[in-house]
């Protein structure tokens, strides 16, 4: 009769962990990808609104109120650039942290299959040994 691991629920707990990790660690992915994709539209939309203001001025004559506007707009889209570019520092960094807690938490089911994997084949051992006495047993008794 084969004996039960021992560590078999600190085992499931720390797969579940592992799968929380990888969950966690998607979705940041997932949201480092979408700030990149904000960061490049809002560079995309200031450079395009600096073309336009510099289209203006190089005309004989341009209008002083739509050059204001579209340097304020120029001025907030660099605001809201430096947001989203603080923000993706912190995604970086909080996907490297689930990364690391990833790894760590593979590394600790890695270690427990292992020793679950000893636990096993020493208990095959054990019957195999117990049924080894058990022919002995048989043969000599015949």
Do not use: Y
């Not at 929380?20 to 995309?44: D, H, N, P, Y």
């Not at 995604?91 to 490297?96: C, E, I, K, L, Y």
């Amino acid at each position: 009769m084969p004996v039960t691991f021992r560590f078999d629920i600190v085992l499931r707990v720390r797969d579940a962990e592992r799968d929380r990790c990888r969950v966690r660690l998607a979705q940041e992915q997932t949201s480092q990808t979408e700030l990149c994709a904000e960061r490049e539209r809002v560079a995309a939309e200031r450079e395009q609104v600096l073309q336009v203001l510099t289209q203006l001025q190089s005309r004989d004559q341009w209008s002083a109120q739509i050059a204001l506007a579209l340097h304020q707009q120029a001025e907030l889209l660099e605001v809201e650039l430096l947001g989203i570019e603080d923000d993706l520092q912190r995604a970086v960094a909080t996907v490297a942290r689930c990364l690391k807690e990833l790894t760590e938490a593979n590394t600790a089911v890695q270690g427990l299959e292992k020793l679950a994997g000893r636990h096993q084949a020493d208990q095959l051992r054990l019957e195999l040994k117990a049924a080894e006495r058990d022919r002995e047993d048989t043969w000599r008794a015949a």
